[in-house]
């Protein structure tokens, strides 16, 4: 069975923490998502990337970044955590770009910076 | 990116049909509609995708309209484990997936 597999399913940081969400997917998936889920607001895309070394902002990049180093793994990096970070983080892949593909996604981290 | 509109929620009983409307009167020739669901405390699953003709799965049916304006997610008889929220989303090739409020649906034993 396909994964996606996020490395935390409940994670506690501290305001200023520097925190890494590790994403990893065995399918050979060219293409990884990152989205955040707040109530109210559905699921928003933060990150995308279309191949190793390779990254695009999605919609709500402003305060993480992303490192792809291989193809299997993608990480968001919360470079400095606060507050209104504090959500459920949703890791996807996709086999490639194509609009009659989908997406395989992960059971999510939680995260609550205090 | 062209919209969908969703109810907000929906309610079955266990064991009946389903039938989840999706309006999507901008889509254009080349987008896609995608269905996916959401369990509590889990990431969305695929449910189902098709371009115009209905589609069938293990999991459930689409019935795409002949003008492609609207589509309906079929669950032939619900059981209490397809309580979730329903995404309906429409893919071209220049975007990613983006997800809407959804409808969540729950099913009454």
């Known amino acids: 069975d396909v994964k996606v597999t996020q490395s935390s399913r409940y994670l506690v940081k501290r305001t200023g923490e520097k925190v890494f969400l590790e994403c990893v997917q065995d399918m050979d998936h060219e293409n990884m998502f990152w989205y955040r889920q707040d109530p109210g607001l559905g699921l928003r895309l933060i990150y995308f990337s279309y191949d190793v070394k390779m990254k695009e902002k999605g919609d709500i990049p402003e305060g993480y970044s992303v490192s792809r180093e291989k193809k299997e793994r993608f990480s968001l990096i919360l470079e400095s955590a606060s507050t209104n970070q504090t959500s459920m983080y949703l890791c996807?892949?996709?086999?490639?770009?194509?609009?009659?593909?989908?997406?395989?996604f992960g059971s999510g981290t939680r995260l609550t910076v205090v | 990116d062209a919209k969908t509109t969703q109810p907000n929620s929906m309610e079955s009983n266990e064991e009946e049909p389903v039938h989840l409307p999706c309006n999507h009167s901008?889509?254009?020739?080349?987008?896609?509609i995608h269905w996916y669901r959401q369990l509590p405390s889990q990431g969305p699953e695929y449910v189902i995708h098709g371009l115009t003709s209905n589609v069938n799965n293990r999991m459930a049916s689409l019935a795409i309209a002949e003008d492609r304006k609207s589509s309906t997610l079929i669950l032939h008889r619900a059981t209490l484990r397809d309580a979730a929220v329903y995404y309906c989303?429409?893919?071209?090739?220049?975007?990613?997936?983006?997800f809407g409020a959804g409808t969540r649906l729950t099913v009454k034993p």
């Open positions: 996807a892949s996709s086999l490639i770009r194509l609009n009659s593909y989908g997406y395989t």
């Open positions: 901008t889509i254009s020739g080349t987008d896609y």
């Open positions: 989303i429409l893919r071209d090739n220049n975007n990613d997936m983006r």
